[in-house]
Structures are given as C-alpha cells and as structure tokens.
C-alpha cells in the first residue's frame, strides 16, 4: 500500500504542469486570422508563424492560420494580418468580405510584401493610406528606425531599431490626418503607420528571418495587433510566459513518464530493503541480561 500510495504521488506532482491550462487560453482576447499567402520565402513566413504563436501565448490573443477563402466568413474574427503575403490573392467575393470586416471595425494588420498585395483594389490603397513602388529595393540595406511616441503602437520603443530589410519605398506616401506615421528610416522615408479612418496598420520591415527574431520588432507588431482589435486595455503577460499549448508538450509527458516510472523503482527499492531490515530487526533474538 505504501508503495502504491507513494508512486501516485510521483505520477500527480510530475504530470500537474502538463495538464494545467495554459494562462492565454484561459484568458481569451482577440482572435487574428493570418495569411502568409503567396509569400517569397517561405522559411521566413514560417518563422515569423512560430515567433507569432509564442507572443499570442504570452500577451493574450489567439493567432489562427489561413488562406484567403477564410475571408469569406469572418465571424468571430478580430484581426485580420497579412504576413508578407504576395500580389493579386483575393478574388472579388473574399475583397468584398475584408472591405465589409474593416468597414465595420473590424482590425487589419500588414508586413512588408503585403503592402503590394492588392495593387489593383482602390480600397485597398485607402485602408493602408499609401502605395507602394515595387519591387522593393534591392540588395537588401542595414538601416536605422526610429519611433515616434504618442501611440500605444509604439509604446515602450524608445531607443533606435537597426533593421537589414529590401526596404518599400511608397507614393503616394502617408501623410496625416488620414494615417500617423509610427517609424521612419534616417532618411524620413516611413515605415510603419496607422490609418486614422479604420484599424489598419502596417511596417514595412518582416522581410526577413532576422527581423522577425528581434525582440522590439515583436514588441511593434503585437501593439499593433492590439490595437487594431481595438483593445484599450494594458497587455499584461502570461505568468507561465510562452510555454507551448498541449499538443506540444508529448515529449515533455514521454519524459515525465520516464522520471516516475524511475522513481517509481528508486521508491520499490527502498521500501523493499526498509522491510528487508523491519523483518531481520524482527526476526533477530532478544538478548536479556545474565
């Protein structure tokens, strides 16, 4: 009994974390469907995809993959974000759907490629209050962005972002009042901003893996996701940070398993060789005085 009662306590303490909810799905907040569609590298998109998933865990939203035809039906759905997505992937049914989303408040986002998406679609043009010159400039360059404070988008950006970015350059480009310019090159030239007529919001940096990686660059498109949703509130940080939902923790259950089913045998043993000694001490003769 004792070592039944002991194993079961080995199998409780070591499995809790597994099962324990996570504290972003608990939490809930916006919902952001994401099309990489059509993106010119794919290992990038992919990456980006990863590092996505691990702030939605942290800073409360929930990311959802998809494809165009998705746009179609949009109930439920706070954010759409196009993630380097590339030109002409819309047809006429899934434009008119995004236009209604975003007409009705609904919260769009953009990454670099996506800016040449719809190149044909007026209003297209109108919610992202520019137009960009493509193709972007090649080699790609190092530069530096700066932030300009007085957005939540750009809260807590204060120091300079050194990006190597093919850079799109636009024209027109966003001039207020319909879009605040959020970060621009040393040269001036903008490249993340805010429409001032729907949720819209854009950078013109994610081309590439590197950029993706960088912590202050993740800071930006998740304020901007924020706001675009329109959540007023602070984002407030999981307590268990960006620990991978369920279907990523089997390998962790495999080594649980692994670690209770030793100590398991470690407990076999000792309680085995505590009786061994309880039946000797029992067994042995009692010695009385002469």
């Not at 605040?180 to 805010?194: E, F, I, K, N, R």
């Not at 950029?211 to 202050?216: A, L, N, P, Q, V």
Request: glycine share 8%.
């Amino acid at each position: 009994m004792r070592i039944l009662l002991r194993l079961c306590v080995i199998v409780a303490l070591a499995c809790a974390p597994a099962f324990a909810p996570s504290a972003a799905l608990a939490a809930g907040g916006p919902q952001v469907l994401v099309l990489t569609t059509g993106n010119g590298a794919q290992d990038v998109a992919d990456f980006a995809i990863e590092r996505l998933q691990m702030e939605a865990r942290r800073w409360n939203f929930t990311l959802i993959e998809g494809d165009p035809a998705d746009l179609e039906d949009l109930d439920g759905i706070d954010v759409v974000m196009f993630l380097n997505t590339g030109a002409d992937i819309l047809d006429e049914a899934q434009q008119a759907s995004l236009h209604s989303f975003v007409s009705r408040g609904g919260g769009f986002v953009a990454t670099h490629s996506a800016a040449a998406s719809e190149p044909d679609w007026d209003f297209y043009q109108e919610m992202l209050g520019a137009t960009a010159l493509t193709p972007p400039v090649e080699p790609a360059s190092e530069q530096d962005v700066s932030f300009n404070a007085g957005s939540p988008i750009t809260e807590g950006l204060d120091e300079d972002l050194t990006v190597t970015e093919t850079w799109y350059y636009f024209d027109p480009e966003p001039v207020q009042p319909e879009s605040t310019v959020l970060a621009q090159l040393g040269s001036g030239d903008p490249v993340a901003w805010s429409s001032e007529s729907y949720n819209a919001f854009y950078a013109s940096p994610g081309g590439t893996g590197k950029t993706w990686g960088d912590r202050d660059f993740l800071q930006l498109i998740r304020q901007g996701i924020w706001w675009a949703a329109g959540e007023e509130g602070l984002l407030l940080q999981n307590s268990d940070d960006a620990a991978p939902e369920w279907p990523y923790t089997w390998t962790f259950v495999l080594f649980v398993v692994a670690v209770a089913g030793g100590g398991s045998i470690a407990v076999w043993r000792l309680d085995k060789d505590e009786t061994q000694r309880e039946n000797e001490a029992a067994d042995a003769p009692v010695k009385t005085g002469v």
